[in-house]
């Protein structure tokens, strides 16, 4: 069951979300030769920093962090730190290439043109799969083609919701001590897209 990051405390401070790229350098043991060997699959990670919170937001931040070291913690990330247009209703799936990286997103304002760079999740099955637009989309049209940075997480169904103010859906980590001393003095936590 994935744990929802309680809405209504919001992070004083949250990363763009950075790239985790699975893969390496690999090196040849006879001639030194180096090539690079990476998964089309990206991930991504971000951090949040929360201010010192009162004891009723500490308890609630503390039980969420809690139960997400079971199952994932989803959180919505702030469109000042991803980039993109905000909340726009009626966006789903209407097809995705599931060995490529293209994505048909339909129901969206014909006034709307997709930029680079910018993020969308995807709810698919209960969870969230967040992905970055690769290059730009005109406007023009209600369905549109996106060129993602990555190759699908999981298959996306016909009408799923995409969503431009995205959540992020991951593992929670923090730095050392107990919870209550990171939470008291206020949080940094990480959540890491699986």
Request: charged share 15%.
């Amino acid at each position: 069951m994935t744990v929802v990051f309680p809405p209504d405390i919001v992070p004083t401070q949250m990363d763009e979300p950075e790239p985790v790229v699975t893969g390496g350098v690999l090196r040849s043991e006879l001639t030194g030769a180096a090539q690079i060997r990476a998964s089309a699959r990206m991930r991504w990670r971000a951090s949040f920093t929360l201010p010192p919170l009162q004891p009723d937001e500490a308890r609630r931040v503390r039980a969420a962090l809690t139960q997400a070291r079971r199952d994932t913690l989803a959180i919505q990330l702030s469109p000042n730190a991803v980039g993109g247009p905000g909340a726009v209703s009626g966006v789903s799936c209407k097809f995705i290439w599931s060995g490529g990286f293209l994505l048909v997103m339909q129901g969206l304002p014909s006034s709307l043109t997709l930029r680079q760079g910018w993020f969308v999740s995807i709810l698919t099955g209960g969870r969230h799969y967040l992905y970055q637009i690769a290059e730009d989309a005109l406007g023009g049209f209600a369905d549109r083609t996106i060129t993602m940075t990555s190759v699908p997480h999981a298959i996306h169904a016909v009408n799923d919701p995409v969503s431009f103010v995205p959540t992020l859906e991951g593992v929670a980590s923090w730095g050392g001590g107990t919870i209550d001393a990171v939470l008291s003095s206020g949080a940094v936590f990480t959540v890491e897209q699986l």
